[in-house]
């Protein structure tokens, strides 16, 4: 699966487009095919680990309603729409999808959604908050797509936010291959003209608030930022009830004293790696021993678990840190190069992992992932 920008790169595209305003590209995906059936999407979203909705119109009221679903036939040939969440964490091949997206890191990803609508589906006009690139499947979709502006929302649904009619600057029907780019604040609504699928591939950062509401626990958790202000030859206070701009800065000063790299590298780290969706782990461990990871090594590929996160930052990672699964791992300082090369790339080939093979450091940590699922073997 490849990426054709038309006349941008992404160097251009993430210049001239990105966060700033929509854009259609025709046949992104040349030849593109349906990641998956619709008798497929269907039986993830039967799952009740698998997070899926449905949004339909009864009596001209949109209804929606939340997994895991047993039957479709009530709503008839037309009108609805099935959407699954987190694609990724449960179909490899979607990881191909966003591979093609990989010049965005993956810190900034959200996930991987699929969308199977009956003609006339959709859900609605409404407002994102994340950048996402739409990449129709099979089928037709029209788009129309508003600017940036004071939108009024309002709640169609209590699980649906609308928003009210917009003039459209891309009014545009895309077809199998096509994809829309859509920025944060765009309005847009998308509505099926034939039974249809796409693939939303979302990136979104967290909020100031959760990220503050998320540092608090982990503060509390660690028993951190315990310091207090110290403030030796403090002058004499001739106004009691004030705060002076000199303990302003002094409150300020023991904030941003706590927030050192070191700190937000850890909490952030862990936080961005913790997966929103259920992971198709294994009940048990594997049993995997070294010498068994060893020989499948020779001629199988290591593939990281759909959804698993694996990150690392550039002023830590030749220490050997590095964070899985919303877990800091530290592994020996020469490890630096295998460790970039486990969160840059989905797949590990044989050859890639050759020269590591010697390393009991290495493949200790190896066996245990392996172990737990959040790396398996596949024939090369």
């Known amino acids: 699966m490849h990426l054709h920008l038309g006349e941008l790169t992404p160097e251009t595209f993430l210049r001239d487009y990105w966060q700033k305003k929509p854009l259609v590209i025709r046949q992104g995906f040349k030849n593109f095919e349906d990641l998956l059936t619709p008798e497929e999407m269907a ?45 990724n964490n449960w179909l490899p091949k ?17 996930d991987v959604m699929v969308s199977y609508a009956t003609p006339g589906g959709g859900v609605g006009p409404h407002i994102d908050l994340y950048d996402v690139f739409i990449c129709q499947g099979s089928g037709r979709r029209r788009w129309r797509v508003g600017d940036r502006g004071p939108h009024k929302e309002f709640a169609a649904h ?8 917009f003039d459209s600057i891309i009014d ?29 591939v979302g990136y979104r950062t967290a909020s100031a608030k959760d990220m503050v509401s998320a540092l608090a626990d982990h503060l509390i958790d660690n028993d951190l930022g315990c310091e ?61 021993q070294t010498s068994d990871i060893v ?25 050997g840190i590095f964070y899985l699964n ?3 791992i530290s592994m020996p300082p020469k490890l630096m190069t295998i460790i970039m090369m486990l969160c840059d790339h989905q797949i590990l080939t044989p050859e890639m992992l050759k020269p590591w ?21 596949q024939e090369s």
């Open 94 to 110: 979607a990881d191909e999808l966003i591979q093609c997206f990989d010049f965005i890191p993956r810190w900034r990803l959200d």
């Open 295 to 319: 020989e499948l090594l020779n001629d199988q590929e290591l593939t990281r678990l759909g959804g698993l996160r694996c990150l690392y930052f550039e002023h830590s990672v030749g220490q």
């Open 43 to 87: 039986g993830l979203a039967c799952d009740d680990m698998v997070e899926s909705r449905r949004v339909y119109k009864t009596e001209g009221e949109w209804q929606a309603e939340f997994g895991p679903f047993d039957s479709y036939e009530h709503l008839g040939e037309s009108d609805w729409t099935l959407v699954v969440q987190a694609l």
């Open 326 to 328: 919303g877990e800091q």
């Open 172 to 200: 545009v029907e895309l077809l199998p291959g096509d994809i829309l780019y859509l920025p944060p604040g765009f309005p847009h609504e998308g509505v099926t003209l034939e039974a249809s699928m796409s693939f939303s």
């Open 357 to 377: 093979l010697n390393d009991a450091d290495f493949l200790d940590m190896l066996t245990t992932w392996v172990n737990a699922g959040f790396w398996y073997f």
């Open 158 to 165: 209590p699980a649906l936010l609308h928003t009210e009619a």
């Open 228 to 288: 207090q202000i110290a403030d030796p030859d403090r002058p004499l206070a001739r106004q009691s009830g004030k705060i002076s701009d000199a303990d302003l800065a002094r409150i300020k000063a023991q904030l941003l004293d706590t927030l050192d790299d070191q700190l937000i590298s850890e909490f952030s780290g862990r936080y961005l790696t913790q997966s929103k969706c259920e992971l198709d782990l294994v009940d048990e461990a594997l049993g995997f």
